[in-house]
T-cell receptor, first 113, second 114 residues
Framework: GENVEQHPSTLSVQEGDSAVIKCTYSDSASNYFPWYKQELGKGPQLIIDIRSNVGEKKDQRIAVTLNKTAKHFSLHITETQPEDSAVYFCAAVWGTSYGKLTFGQGTILTVHP | DADVTQTPRNRITKTGKRIMLECSQTKGHDRMYWYRQDPGLGLRLIYYSFDVKDINKGEISDGYSVSRQAQAKFSLSLESAIPNQTALYFC?????????????FGPGTRLTVL
């Protein structure tokens, strides 16, 4: 099966700075990598995803990069704002394991005004 | 997401009790999932169902059972609750677009087993 490692577990930045969260996966057959944001008292919500045939994807202030050779992918948030404070999870889908997400351990991001 | 609802939102129970967590969705999705969230461990898949007649175990199904009563309803039961089942439980749904389909999560049920 798949194993996903996520770092760091906590990240504290000043408003306006950039934040980077990194994940590694174990199974080279993994081909879909979503990122979820979980605000306090709510369920996780998809914010961006990337497929294995793409190296980078950007959506306004957030971007995700994928290095298939090294089996790692990263979330980049630029110009951070206090409302970006949340728990972020990376995940991977292994091969044909339809809908079976394997999640990383989560990163608590705090953006200080 | 208001399209996926979970009841109850909070529950405190005692060791050995049977408890059921319920999930309903109005998104018209066929696929439904139950996850457990523990601090430092992320979310782990307990059970999943791709249609009413399809039930599959996830990575941590021991001590749990599920029932898919209808397309829109998926319940999780703890047959005999134990303290290490204290956790945050999430239900999720997705469409049939394939393995890249977005999963939509409910607000969660916080379960405490004393």
């Amino acid at each position: 099966g798949e194993n996903v490692e996520q770092h760091p577990s906590t990240l504290s930045v000043q408003e306006g700075d950039s934040a980077v969260i990194k994940c590694t996966y174990s199974d080279s057959a993994s081909n879909y990598f979503p990122w979820y944001k979980q605000e306090l008292g709510k369920g996780p919500q998809l914010i961006i995803d990337i497929r294995s045939n793409v190296g980078e994807k950007k959506d306004q202030r957030i971007a995700v990069t994928l290095n298939k050779t090294a089996k790692h992918f990263s979330l980049h948030i630029t110009e951070t704002q206090p409302e970006d404070s949340a728990v972020y999870f990376c995940a991977a889908v292994w091969g044909t394991s339809y809908g079976k997400l394997t999640f990383g351990q989560g990163t608590i991001l705090t953006v200080h005004p | 997401d208001a399209d996926v609802t979970q009841t109850p939102r909070n529950r405190i129970t005692k060791t050995g009790k049977r408890i059921m967590l319920e999930c309903s969705q109005t998104k018209g999705h066929d696929r439904m999932y139950w996850y457990r969230q523990d601090p430092g461990l992320g979310l782990r898949l307990i059970y999943y169902s791709f249609d009413v007649k399809d039930i599959n175990k996830g990575e941590i199904s021991d001590g749990y059972s599920v029932s898919r009563q209808a397309q829109a309803k998926f319940s999780l039961s703890l047959e005999s609750a134990i303290p290490n089942q204290t956790a945050l439980y999430f239900c999720a749904t997705s469409g049939q677009g394939g393995h890249t389909d977005t999963q939509y999560f409910g607000p969660g049920t916080r379960l405490t087993v004393l």
